[in-house]
T-cell receptor, first 113, second 112 residues
Framework: DAEITQSPRHKITETGRQVTLACHQTWNHNNMFWYRQDLGHGLRLIHYSYGVQDTNKGEVSDGYSVSRSNTEDLPLTLESAASSQTSVYFC????????????FGPGTRLTVL | KNQVEQSPQSLIILEGKNCTLQCNYTVSPFSNLRWYKQDTGRGPVSLTIMTFSENTKSNGRYTATLDADTKQSSLHITASQLSDSASYICVVSLEYGNKLVFGAGTILRVKS
């Protein structure tokens, strides 16, 4: 069955370190998204991609970067982790088209000490 | 500003009872509205989707309504089960660009 996976599921790191969160989908979806989820807030869009070599900033992109070298993967990098980036991170993918459902991964819980 | 507000923030009900969750939105241009269910430690999963012209959609014991004039939606859960314990998130899609606006969610706990 097609799926979307994230790794690691849990990560503890220190302030200032570079961290990369992996996202892999086997649906062959063009669109991929990264969100963060914090208590009391809705999911907020960090970065998104509509295809290979395409990346775009979302509403909370500062301190994060992504790259899309193939259809299946969209890794999220925190260049220099900050305590404010402690959060649960969700990757999602969808087919092209504004009405397409986004399918979410299981999430990565990141703690920055 | 595009916003989605949900109420209540949390709710506790007894197994077998019904409940209704509310969603108000100020999103334009509107494309569709989805209700997602998010179990603890998991990603959200879509329950229903409604476009501008639809005012009700059912998925088993879940029934969503949409009033596009007042920009309100509700999710009604009938004969609740323990497995309904989760966060329910209202998500509105903008007409262009795959952009979603998420509510903060309602945390539902079903007690036996």
């Amino acid at each position: 069955d097609a799926e979307i996976t994230q790794s690691p599921r849990h990560k503890i790191t220190e302030t200032g370190r570079q961290v990369t969160l992996a996202c892999h989908q086997t649906w062959n979806h063009n669109n991929m998204f990264w969100y963060r989820q914090d208590l009391g807030h809705g999911l907020r869009l960090i970065h998104y991609s509509y295809g290979v070599q395409d990346t775009n900033k979302g509403e909370v992109s500062d301190g994060y970067s992504v790259s899309r070298s193939n259809t299946e993967d969209l890794p999220l990098t925190l260049e220099s982790a900050a305590s404010s980036q402690t959060s649960v991170y969700f990757c999602a993918s969808s087919e092209s088209g504004s009405d397409s459902e986004q399918f979410f991964g299981p999430g990565t819980r990141l703690t920055v000490l | 500003k595009n916003q989605v507000e949900q109420s209540p923030q949390s709710l506790i009900i007894l197994e077998g009872k019904n409940c209704t969750l509310q969603c108000n939105y100020t999103v334009s241009p509107f494309s569709n509205l989805r209700w997602y269910k998010q179990d603890t430690g998991r990603g959200p999963v879509s329950l229903t989707i409604m476009t501008f012209s639809e005012n009700t959609k059912s998925n088993g014991r879940y029934t969503a309504t949409l009033d596009a004039d007042t920009k309100q939606s509700s999710l009604h859960i009938t004969a609740s089960q323990l497995s309904d314990s989760a966060s329910y998130i209202c998500v509105v899609s903008l007409e262009y660009g795959n952009k979603l606006v998420f509510g903060a969610g309602t945390i539902l706990r079903v007690k036996s």
